[in-house]
Nanobody, 118 residues
């Protein structure tokens, strides 16, 4: 089994920064894409940013220039550096990894709450 443990969420004032981490553990042979998603109250879950095994990234227009995704393959960990946070960034943030050795199954983290006060 594979588990994802997220950390780094919390309460921050608008304009502040947070860094989320998501560490994968368990029967991992390799990880393909890794990504961060978020879900605000009453809204659908949406992609925030993703990164391939080769380091190619993409991000939502709403966070471009403010959020940066990165990964440490040796630690099976993905990060999301969030700067210039806005109240509309308030959401539960989830990480997701894709495991090619298990048939490209998607594994989700439990979520971490980010609250940005105005």
């Amino acid at each position: 089994q594979v588990q994802l443990v997220e950390s780094g969420g919390g309460l921050v004032q608008a304009g502040g920064s947070l860094r989320l981490s998501c560490a994968a553990s368990g029967s991992i042979f390799s990880i393909d894409a890794m990504g961060w998603y978020r879900q605000a109250p009453g809204k659908q879950r949406e992609l925030v940013a993703s990164i391939t095994s080769r380091g190619s990234t993409r991000s939502a227009d709403s966070v471009k220039g403010r959020f940066t995704i990165s990964r440490d393959n040796a630690k099976n960990t993905v990060y999301l550096q969030m700067n210039s946070l806005k109240p509309e960034d308030t959401a539960v943030y989830y990480c997701k990894v894709v495991l090619p050795a298990l048939g490209y199954v998607e594994v989700w983290g439990q979520g971490t709450l980010v609250t940005v006060s105005s």
